[in-house]
């Protein structure tokens, strides 16, 4: 038989244990199942090589099960089992964690690491265990890759005999004391082996531990058009979620979730719409032409509201509550001082000189501006930053409204080469300054969004991996730039796919710039127990290529996961200003300056030349020229389709 030496590690995943050691019993049992499997002396020796605990968090579980199975030297296990957080709670994230670490989840392998979830009780974590022992030589060679031929050599009954679990009459009738029925179901050795996904849910990246010589020369993912790429990642983008925000300047840029009503009247009194003098205008009131005392002041400050008698007066500023029983104000315009107090501080008699005041003439009737339950806002608006919005929900007392929450925007660059825009010194062979992490993140500010500066990822698939796994935690839309092509080292699509167990619903889009193009979601559980969608999108290195793909793909998502109502960019018409050629198998989204015409009319110039690497075609692009996949070119003065980026001058 082909025996050898098993690594082996146990994981104990518990709040409790990791706080205080001496609560874990669950390690020493499934310590003393090995001892007793190695004190058999026959077949495959296990060794216990490491045992941790770690509390119930998906991180912590996740960094030490990689620690473990990324390790390619001498202290690489051949077996990881982990114990506790297999529970239904918000706090059991077991499943998820390492489900998520696996490159092969149906399996429970990671790169020639096999990996179990044990239940947390004692007893249970032994019993199963148990179960499985005697198989578990077989299938971690296979991980670790044994020759599956001198494996099977000797066929079903030598790896039966291997295992010890044949099915002799001795070991079929201890099976059946121990399971009951299975009996039944175990007469005939090995069932018919059954798929559990289907070919289209497979990954169909390279596979990274392969090497160079084994990725594909030409691109597995089907080319989309720009309207198909749109329609997936609408399709895809999860709902927007409703909370509550206060009444201040953090609404900007949010959609209102459902119709807003008027909590109180404005105005909530009847107030003066001028400077100048109450009084009362009717037909059992005296003319009100004529010398009146001045019997009180109202000025636009809370207290206490007079009452006024006919034939008086009271002076009265803007916006102030009008006295009880006044009809109306006359403006100071019309009239005059006739006499003053003695000290000749304060008006004792003014002369009203007209008799053309009208009962309500220069007030505002309580609510005749807003009546209180009236709808003052619909779902669906959004508060903008010219104040009116705001302006309007406070006047009527609202404190909070409910509204689309805002998803927050993770931004990483990738690559070797890649090094931060600012650091100081020369560039060295072969270095690139990072223009896109700046440039994405100022585009994604400008749209209204909250960013996360992810920094720059290495090219491996270990750190892209980690880089993604700590994104998730703090942004739910993450956008990469590089990696996506065909390369050796461009390992984004296998890191997405294969390590975070994700769907690549795009690879490529038929457009010019950003033909390698990637939309992806990922299954995501928070802190709190609840399982949420992630989105990445994975956008082409080149700096022409990421931000307009940026403003063509992921605004949009932006937008429809906020609740927006333009889901897309601005379409507009406009006459080209010189020759601009087609490209015939791709459509193009030419950078182009757009202005207002003198004689009426949007005229679109362009940046120059469009070389997706050429950062300056993007200097001033306020739109792209929407050009189609033709022979030929767009002649001067033509009309034609944009895209507006941001505003048009010449106005």
Same mark, same amino acid.
């Given at each position: 038989?082909?025996?050898?030496l098993?690594k082996a590690a146990i994981?104990?995943?518990s709040d409790?244990a990791?706080q205080d050691p001496?609560?874990d019993? @669950? ?5 003393d199942v ?17 045992q941790?605990?770690v509390p ?13 199975c990324d ?8 077996l990881?089992l982990?114990?506790?957080g297999?529970?239904?709670t918000g706090?059991d994230?077991?499943?998820e964690?390492v489900v998520a ?6 399996a429970g392998v990671r790169?020639k690491?096999?990996i ?8 249970g &974590?032994k019993?199963?265990?148990?179960s ?5 030589? #077989?299938?971690c ?6 020759d599956?031929?001198?494996a099977h @050599?000797?066929g079903?009954k ?8 044949g099915?002799t009459k001795?070991?079929m009738s201890?099976?059946h004391?121990?399971?009951? #029925? ?9 069932a018919?082996p059954k798929?559990?996904?289907s ?6 990246s390279?596979d ?9 020369r ?5 080319m989309?058009?720009?309207?198909e790429a749109?329609e997936?990642?609408?399709?895809n983008a999860?709902q927007p979620?409703?909370i509550?925000?206060?009444v201040n ?9 459902e119709?807003?009503?008027?909590e109180e009247?404005?105005?909530a ?9 109450a009084?009362i205008?009717g037909?059992?009131?005296?003319s009100?032409?004529?010398t009146?005392p ?6 636009a400050t809370?207290?206490e509201i007079?009452?006024l008698?006919k034939?008086?007066?009271a002076?009265i500023t ?9 009809t109306s ?8 001082i006739?006499t003053v107090?003695e000290n000749?501080?304060e008006e @004792? ?10 009962p309500?003439?220069?007030?505002r009737?309580i609510?005749?501006d807003v009546?209180a ?5 619909r779902?669906?608006?959004e508060?903008?930053a010219t104040?009116g919005?705001?302006g309007?929900l406070?006047?009527?007392g609202k404190?909070e409204v409910s509204?689309?929450g805002?998803p ?5 660059s990738t ?6 825009h600012?650091?100081?010194?020369s560039?060295?062979l072969g270095e690139v ?9 100022a &585009?994604v500010r400008?749209?209204?969004?909250d960013?996360v ?6 090219d491996?698939?270990t750190s892209l ?6 994104a998730?935690?703090s ?12 390369g050796?080292?461009d390992?984004?699509?296998p890191t997405?796919e294969?390590s975070l167990?994700?769907t690549?619903h795009f690879?490529?889009?038929?457009m010019k ?6 939309f992806?979601?990922?299954p ?5 127990g609840e399982?949420e969608?992630?989105?990445?999108f ?6 022409a290529?990421?931000?307009v ?5 992921v605004l949009p998502?932006l937008?429809k996961?906020s ?5 897309g ?6 006459s080209?200003e010189?020759?601009v050629?087609?490209?015939?198998k791709?459509?193009e989204y #030419?950078r ?11 005229w679109?110039?362009?940046t ?6 050429r950062v300056g075609s ?14 030929g070119k767009?002649g ?5 389709e944009?895209?507006?980026m941001?505003k048009v001058t010449?106005?």
């Open positions: 038989m082909n025996y050898k098993l994981l104990i995943v409790t990791s001496s609560t019993k @669950a390690g020493p049992l499934l310590r090995f001892a007793e499997e190695e004190e058999e002396q026959r077949g495959d020796q296990w060794t216990v090589s490491a941790r605990i119930d968090d998906v991180l912590a579980i996740q960094r030490q099960v990689t620690a473990w390790d390619g030297g001498d202290d690489c296990v051949n990881v982990t114990t506790g297999t529970g239904f706090k994230n077991t499943p964690a670490v696996m490159s092969r989840p149906v790169n690491t096999i179990i979830t044990l239940p947390g009780s004692p007893k &974590a019993e199963n265990l148990l499985i022992l005697k198989q578990l030589p #077989h299938a060679k296979q991980a670790a890759g044994e599956s031929r001198v @050599a000797g079903v030598a790896l039966e005999q291997e295992a010890r679990t099915t001795a070991s201890h099976h004391h121990q399971q009951g #029925h299975a009996h039944h179901h175990s007469h005939h050795g090995h018919v798929a559990h996904t070919p289209e849910d497979r990954p169909i390279n990274p531990r392969e090497g160079p010589t084994q990725r594909y030409e691109s597995p993912y089907p989309v058009s720009v309207d749109l997936l990642i609408l399709d999860p979620r409703i509550k925000v206060p300047g953090e609404l900007v840029g949010h959609v209102l979730a119709d807003v009503h008027a009247p404005v105005p009194f009847r107030a003066s719409i001028v400077d100048g003098y009084m205008v037909k059992d009131a005296p009100s032409k004529g009146f001045v019997a009180s002041i109202s000025h809370p207290g007079l009452r008698e034939g008086q007066v002076r803007t916006g102030a509550p009008l006295p009880l029983e006044a104000v006359v403006m100071v315009e019309d009239s005059v006739r107090t000749g501080k @004792a008699e003014v002369e009203i000189l007209t008799n053309a005041i009208k309500g003439e220069n007030v009737e609510g005749s009546r339950g009236e709808i003052i806002l779902k669906g608006e508060i903008t104040g919005e705001l309007l406070a006047s009527v404190m509204v689309y805002k927050v925007v993770g931004v990483l690559g070797d080469e890649i090094v931060p600012d650091r100081p010194g560039l060295r300054r990072d223009t896109n992490r700046p440039t994405v993140m &585009a400008g749209w209204g969004f960013v500066d992810l920094g720059i990822s290495s491996s698939q991996e980690a880089s993604l796994r700590s998730m935690r942004a739910s839309v993450i956008i990469t730039t590089g990696g996506v092509s065909m050796e080292l390992l984004l699509k997405i294969r167990g994700g690549i690879g490529r889009v038929a710039p950003g033909k390698p193009t990637t992806a979601t990922v995501f559980k928070t802190n709190t399982h969608t992630r989105l990445i994975s956008l082409p290195g080149n700096p290529s990421a931000i793909t940026s403003h063509l793909f998502a937008r996961t609740g927006g109502g333009l889901v960019m601005e379409r507009v018409v406009v080209v010189e020759d050629a087609c490209d015939p791709r459509s #030419h182009v300056v757009i202005r207002a015409g003198r004689h009426g009319g949007l679109a110039a362009s120059g030349g469009q070389r997706s690497s993007l200097k001033s692009a306020n739109g792209l020229l929407c050009m189609p996949a033709r022979e767009v001067k003065g033509e009309k034609v944009a895209l507006l941001g010449g106005f």
